[in-house]
């Protein structure tokens, strides 16, 4: 343990409003719902197509979920595979967990079944609320890894009934949307059984602020993807300084948030699930984004805040110009997992009359670290602030205790993870003291904005030179003929590794490689021009739309 407090500059750039620091955040996750209960019972707490649910009936489904998920055998401490899309289920099933004592893990309902077998392993859960396309999935694999039970969900039946008996007209359209929405299960309890079931009764035990709350897997962009544990009082701390960072947003039935972000995904989870109920906002749900979807919701009800990945504000943004409607009203955006294009700021902007700012974080820190200020002095090109209560250190990567202008952020603060679930080796590789090492290449300036410029992992070595891929990336981008790019290193045996480019050209019959390459020449060291670019019709994505380097790589070194 460490006593080293550092300055902390950036406090001085905050918004007016916000403050330096927050009171620790005592009791659970569980509380948040109940205020917003208690002080809105009747306000709508979720909206899916734009069926409403009120706090106060949210409350009764989550107690009765949670009693019946207890005559299921759910016990405080048990780990629970939630395997939902975004529906209000979903909610009542985190929040009914938790109640328990018990411990939600997140999955992404479209991985494939080696994926979701890996994490199932990994966990070992006995008990798995699964979305009704995914139970055969995970039944497959119940037997071995002693899943005993799977409760299965049909979203369509949080639906209102007008569109839940347009989805059942036999016509081909409506058979095709069903489909994708609803498949048959079998040997499985039904949802709706568990919410019919008796209510929890009030004196039953409530977890402690210090209680596992999540196993929230990481998204292995560089690696095998690991479970961080985060505790009520991570998430409960993260939630606060979400609230405490924009204080223009008001707690109360006039704070709308849209759940356009899975909520199995960290940035999804924090800012749909615990910072919006937190907020006795209307939560309005979307399976996945379809930009009509959100267009249809926005005329009724827009945003006050928006989550959001800059390929979500761009379709958006284009969609509500292509059909005439106004994004007015959609007061603070904040954007993530990817950089943010001044370009794309200034007309989204202008459209909704409201703030687009940039954000940073990790799983492993519940998940936000840091933000620009929902103000005029935010930087571009930044990605902001850290939170209050949040510390950082800028250090040497090969020496993590000596501090340094250029290098590795370290970070510290209550929504900073307890550790990786049944990984303490790899515990200890990611803390120095009680340091987080993210692995993230930064700089902080005298005003206290960091800017990321590269992750330790994805530096490129070649010939004893380091190669920051985004900064190749970058330059490459400004090219006309490249529409995206993504920069590796592959194994060489001069160098030790070779810059390779990953292309998207914007017209495949003129590209010309060495056009792009003498381009580059003039403006980076010979050593960070790429020796080769490989044209490809697409990159891996995540599912937020992060580019993945790992699976560039692979898909390049086969080449």
Not at 193 to 199: G, I, K, Q, T
Request: glycine fraction near 8%; hydrophobic fraction near 45%; proline fraction near 8%.
């Amino acid at each position: 343990m460490t006593s080293f407090d550092p300055p902390r500059p950036w406090t001085s750039s905050y918004a007016a409003g916000v403050p330096a620091d927050l009171p620790p955040q005592d009791g659970s996750l569980i509380d948040i719902v109940d205020a917003s209960v208690r002080d809105y019972p009747d306000a709508p707490a979720l909206q899916f197509f734009g069926r409403e649910t009120s706090y106060a009936d949210l409350s009764e489904q989550i107690a009765r979920a949670a009693a019946a998920l207890a005559a299921h055998g759910v016990q405080a401490g048990d780990p629970v595979a939630i395997v939902l899309p975004n529906c209000p289920q979903h909610i009542v099933a985190f929040y009914a967990v938790l109640r328990l004592g018990a411990v939600v893990i997140e999955h992404n309902p479209l991985y494939t079944p080696r994926e979701l077998r890996t994490q199932f392993e990994d966990h070992g859960a006995t008990h798995a609320i699964v979305w009704s396309k995914v139970v055969a999935t995970v039944q497959g694999f119940a037997a071995d890894l002693g899943v005993e039970t799977i409760v299965s969900v049909d979203v369509t039946r949080a639906m209102p009934w007008p569109t839940r008996l347009a989805l059942r007209l036999p016509v081909a359209k409506a058979r095709k949307s069903r489909a994708a929405l609803h498949a048959a299960t079998t040997g499985a309890a039904d949802w709706d059984a568990l919410v019919s079931h008796a209510p929890l009764p009030s004196s039953h035990p409530r977890p402690s602020s210090d209680d596992l709350a999540i196993i929230q897997y990481t998204s292995g962009t560089t690696g095998t993807p690991k479970g961080a544990m985060l505790t009520h009082a991570n998430l409960l701390a993260n939630a606060a300084q979400a609230r405490a960072w924009v204080p223009q947003i008001v707690r109360g039935e006039g704070c709308v948030v849209y759940a356009v972000l899975p909520m199995f995904h960290a940035y999804g989870l924090t800012l749909c699930l615990t910072f919006a109920m937190s907020m006795g906002a209307r939560l309005v749900l979307f399976p996945k984004f379809e930009p009509d979807l959100v267009l249809a919701a926005t005329r009724k009800h827009p945003a006050t805040f928006l989550p959001l990945v800059p390929p979500i504000a761009e379709r958006l943004l284009k969609a509500a110009r292509e059909e005439g409607v106004s994004l007015a009203g959609t007061d603070v955006a904040i954007s993530g997992a990817m950089a943010l294009a001044h370009e794309l700021v200034v007309p989204f902007e202008e459209a909704t009359g409201g703030f687009l700012v940039e954000g940073y974080g990790l799983s492993e820190c519940s998940p936000v670290l840091m933000a620009n200020p929902v103000a005029d002095n935010r930087v571009a090109g930044t990605v902001g602030l850290p939170l209050p209560g949040t510390e950082c250190r800028v250090v040497d990567p090969d020496d993590p205790r000596t501090d340094v202008d250029r290098g590795e952020l370290l970070v510290r603060g209550p929504q900073v993870f307890r550790g990786y679930y049944g990984k303490p080796e790899e515990t200890a590789t990611v803390f120095v003291d009680d340091w987080f090492r993210t692995g993230d290449i930064v700089t902080i300036d005298e005003a206290g904005f960091v800017r990321i410029v590269d992750r330790i992992k994805e530096l490129i070595i070649t010939g004893g030179f380091n190669v920051a891929p985004t900064e190749v990336e970058g330059i490459l981008r400004q090219h006309p003929s490249v529409a995206d790019v993504a920069v590796v290193g592959l194994p060489d045996d001069h160098s030790g590794e070779q810059v390779v480019a990953a292309v998207v050209p914007t017209d495949p019959d003129a590209f010309d490689a060495e056009a792009v390459r003498a381009f580059a020449r003039g403006i980076l060291a010979p050593y960070k021009v790429p020796k080769r670019l490989v044209v490809v019709d697409d990159l891996p994505r995540s599912l937020i739309g992060k580019v993945l380097r790992r699976q560039v790589r692979d898909r390049l070194s086969s080449k």
